[in-house]
């Protein structure tokens, strides 16, 4: 995607920068100067703009950096296996640590979930919390989870598809209709920003690459590994991954909580984002109030 062009409409780009690091150059941005440190990512086929409306409300009590995953929005294609699950995760890894960034709470939409748990099993952290918006963790059912990668394989691989894909994409109606698809409702601005997106062939290539890459058989023992506070949080009409899902994890995580969020899809935080970051806030609160533990 061209920063340039789209610079002066895309949100909060005052607060935006690029840092190179594990051979991709990041779209990141940052706000908030005290409280816990905030990861937000974001899930397949969006961009950091999915948290537009919560950001400036989150860093009034925390520090946050939001990113574009590899070849989304405006962060570039990781190399290798680096639009796989284990490459991303280090692959932001790699980026914290350039930034001198330690994560305190992890929060992660959809993708993001499972990005986020990969990196808290692979890199040995421990954060006081990892929040789960519609998290996909577990592998889709029926054939969906069966044809999803496969097909997204032939067609990442298929060098003119990504272009053909953000035309289709962005035909009249087509957005209105993926949109439809996660079983959430966006106000005129978010419509716009999702119709910037799907209509870039190098973002479309980032996320047929991502979908091609993306293994979640494991999930369920990698859930079961997860030792740190989740809260899982699902919207009772998302109708990308099911909510019934959620269920299913709760059942595997050690110390967990799980909270329907009536009227929302898959992007409840774009639907609601004063709830959301009131949410939020309630549980930075609450964790800030335990007691330390002890070295």
């Known amino acids: 995607m061209d920063w340039e ?21 990041w779209h990141v941005q940052q706000a908030g100067h005290s409280g816990p440190r905030v990861l937000l990512l974001h899930g397949t086929g969006a961009s950091s703009h999915t948290w537009r409306d919560s950001l400036l409300p989150l860093a009034a009590t925390a520090q946050v950096l939001a990113i574009d995953l590899p070849g989304h929005g405006f962060s570039s294609l990781a190399p290798g296996n680096g639009m796989s699950l284990p490459g991303m995760a280090r692959g932001i890894g790699e980026l914290l640590a350039a930034l001198h960034w330690p994560v305190d709470v992890f929060i992660g939409h959809s993708a993001g979930a499972a990005i986020a748990m990969q990196m808290v099993l692979d890199q040995g952290l421990q954060p ?68 910037s997106l799907v209509a870039s062939p190098s973002h479309a290539q980032g996320a047929l690459h991502m979908m091609a890459a993306w ?7 990698k859930l079961r590994r997860l030792q740190c506070p989740v809260h899982v949080w699902v919207g009772e009409n998302d109708r990308t991954v099911p909510p019934a899902q959620a269920q299913e994890a709760l059942a595997l995580l050690r110390h967990a909580t799980l909270t329907s969020w009536p009227g929302t899809g898959h992007l409840l935080h774009e ?25």
């Not at 293994?215 to 023992?221: F, I, M, N, T, V």
């Not at 004063?274 to 533990?293: I, N, R, S, Y």
């Open 5 to 25: 062009r789209l610079k002066d409409n895309w949100p909060h780009s005052d607060l935006s920068r690029f840092v190179q690091a594990g051979g991709v150059r």
């Open 128 to 195: 006081q919390a990892l929040i789960g918006i519609n998290p996909a963790w577990l592998p889709l059912p029926g054939l969906a989870g069966l044809l999803f990668p496969p097909v997204a394989k032939l067609l990442a691989l298929t060098p003119l598809v990504p272009r053909w894909f953000a035309k289709q994409a962005s035909s009249p109606g087509m957005l209105d209709k993926l949109l439809d698809s996660t079983g959430s409702r966006l106000d005129a601005r978010g419509q716009a920003l999702y119709a």
């Open 215 to 221: 293994d979640l058989s494991s999930g369920a023992a």
């Open 271 to 295: 639907e609601q984002p004063a709830k959301w970051v009131e949410g939020v806030t309630l549980t930075l609160a609450a964790l800030a109030a335990q007691p330390k533990a002890r070295a």
